[in-house]
């Protein structure tokens, strides 16, 4: 049963224009929601959260949103560029207060195109 | 300040056997996850440690153990060794204060073969 699901296994976008990655939950306990990049070889590193008491949140090129009655986010990025080129995953969890269990999508790789 | 670091990189086991992975949590984190990545899925969470003792454990059998030390750094112990063990298994570092925790940060794995 995939709880957190990302439709697109891959997407591929011109650089400087703008990346749009979805995300939808099916566990409507989840209230905190995490976007992390993965490189080859390296660990996921986190690149922006947003609880469920907001519905946007912002950190320089990356912005989140959060649709709670769809129970579906997105992660946009703008403007593009090739370094972001990466396996995005969507992660989620219940803040079961001081044990945070992070439920991960499958990932969708992001192609920035030069 | 020092990040999540994991040993080893890679490593080659038979069926069968039992394997430990080690992490060390970045500095001034007190709490340790760990995940299993298998191939073109997202990381499985398999269980937490803080204060040394298990607080969390995901859907993965008893063959799967862990320690945390007085130091927060950790093992994930993994005996009967299974070809499904094959992954790519992540630690990943964080903070609790009281009862919230922060954003866990993660190690760059270590990629296990079971043969």
């Known amino acids: 049963d995939q709880q957190v699901k990302q439709n697109s296994p891959s997407l591929s976008v011109q650089e400087g224009r703008i990346s749009i990655l979805n995300c939808d939950y099916t566990?409507?306990?989840?209230?905190?929601f995490l976007w992390y990049k993965k490189y080859p070889a390296e660990g996921p590193t986190f690149l922006i959260s947003i609880s469920s008491i907001k519905d946007k949140n912002e950190d320089g090129r990356f912005t989140v949103f959060l649709n709670k009655s769809a129970k579906h986010l997105s992660l946009h990025i703008v403007p593009s560029q090739p370094g972001d080129s990466a396996v995005y995953f969507c992660?989620?969890?219940?803040?079961?207060?001081?044990?945070?269990?992070?439920?991960f999508g499958t990932g969708t790789r992001l192609t920035i195109i030069p | 300040e020092t990040g999540v670091t994991q040993s080893p990189t890679h490593l080659i086991k038979t069926r069968g056997q039992q394997v430990t992975l080690r992490c060390s949590s970045q500095s001034g984190h007190n709490t340790v996850s760990w995940y299993q990545q298998a191939l073109g899925q997202g990381p499985q969470f398999i269980f937490q440690?803080?204060?040394?003792?298990?607080?969390g454990r995901g859907n993965f059998p008893p063959r799967f153990s862990g320690l945390q030390f007085p130091n927060y750094s950790s093992e994930l112990n993994v005996n009967a060794l299974e070809l499904d063990d094959s992954a790519l298994y992540l630690c990943?570092?964080?903070?609790?204060?009281?009862?919230?925790?922060?954003?866990?940060?993660f190690g760059p794995g270590t990629r296990l073969l079971v043969l």
């Open positions: 992660a989620a969890s219940e803040v079961d207060f001081g044990n945070e269990k992070l439920t």
């Open positions: 990943a570092s964080s903070s609790t204060s009281g009862e919230l925790q922060e954003t866990q940060y």
């Open positions: 440690y803080y204060r040394e003792e298990e607080n």
């Open positions: 566990n409507s306990m989840f209230d905190y």
